[in-house]
């Protein structure tokens, strides 16, 4: 069992940046990919950020390329997500997820087994 936790949304005005931080539980060590979705209001799930293990790896959705950066630091258990510059199309609420079962970091979110809560997101205009 893994449990994940995020933290750090909020609002805030276009043009601001938030870091979201997930932090995980339950397994000794984080060998697996994790990743970074969002849900806005009568939207689907989309794809955000992922990560490998390692950090040698990492995936983007192209609206987000070169205003977000998914980290990781394995001593703290913890996957961050820097936004910067953030848009009023950013709002939604944010879910980080793991993916037990690769090595290697998918966008497909059925694909992510473990879930946290989420966390808001709001940008103002």
């Known amino acids: 069992q893994v449990q994940l936790v995020e933290s750090g949304g909020g609002l805030v005005q276009a043009g601001g940046s938030l870091r979201l931080s997930c932090t995980t539980s339950?397994?000794?060590?984080?060998?697996?990919?994790m990743g970074w979705f969002r849900q806005a209001p009568g939207k689907e799930r989309e794809f955000v950020a992922a990560?490998?293990?390692?950090?040698?790896?990492?995936y983007y959705e192209d609206s987000v390329k070169g205003r977000f950066t998914i980290s990781g630091d394995n001593t703290k258990n913890t996957v961050y997500l820097q936004m910067n510059s953030l848009k009023p199309e950013d709002t939604a609420v944010y879910y980080c997820?793991?993916?037990?079962?690769?090595?290697?970091?998918?966008?497909?979110?059925?694909?992510?087994?473990?879930w946290g809560q989420g966390t808001q997101v709001t940008v103002s205009s």
């Open positions: 997820a793991a993916d037990t079962r690769r090595t290697i970091p998918t966008m497909i979110w059925r694909a992510y087994d473990y």
């Open positions: 339950g397994r000794a060590f984080r060998r697996y990919p």
């Open positions: 990560i490998s293990w390692s950090g040698s790896i990492t």
